[in-house]
Nanobody
Framework: VQLVESGGGSVQIGGSLILSCTAS????????IGWFRQAPGKEREGVACISTNDDGHVYYANSVKGRFTISSDSAKTMVYLRMNNLEPEDTAVYFC?????????????????????????WGQGTQVSVSS
């Protein structure tokens, strides 16, 4: 399993970025894939996750609802995170993650299970910095 993030960078308050996660090595069309972030001195937190099968269910953390949009492209085996109206509090390293051995469903329990770090696969992360 390999997850490779890209698209991070530095933007000003109110700016936008699109993060990409290229996935390989597992059944992409029957997975839950999510974005997490970790700011300096803080715990890793779930941001958004998506079911890549026909269900297409998505789940967002309250802090990003209405500003971030997660989507997937099965043909390219990629997951995207479009981030609009960025705030300084969004500054963090953003990670893409999945657990092919789990039958999880997008939601807070999936976030908690993945963040616990007991199972699953993670990308190397991409830095997002928002400044005034």
């Amino acid at each position: 399993v390999q997850l490779v993030e890209s698209g991070g960078g530095s933007v000003q308050i109110g700016g936008s970025l699109i993060l990409s996660c290229t996935a390989s090595g597992f059944s992409f069309d029957d997975s839950v894939i999510g974005w997490f972030r970790q700011a300096p001195g803080k715990e890793r937190e779930g941001v958004a996750c998506i079911s890549t099968n026909d269900d297409g269910h998505v789940y967002y953390a309250n802090s990003v609802k209405g500003r971030f949009t997660i989507s997937s492209d099965s043909a390219k085996t990629m997951v995207y995170l479009r981030m609009n109206n960025l705030e300084p509090e969004d500054t963090a390293v953003y990670f893409c993650a999945t657990d092919p051995l789990s039958s999880g469903y997008p939601g807070p329990m999936w976030f908690d299970t993945m963040a616990a770090g007991v199972a699953g696969y993670w990308g190397q992360g991409t830095q997002v910095s928002v400044s005034s």
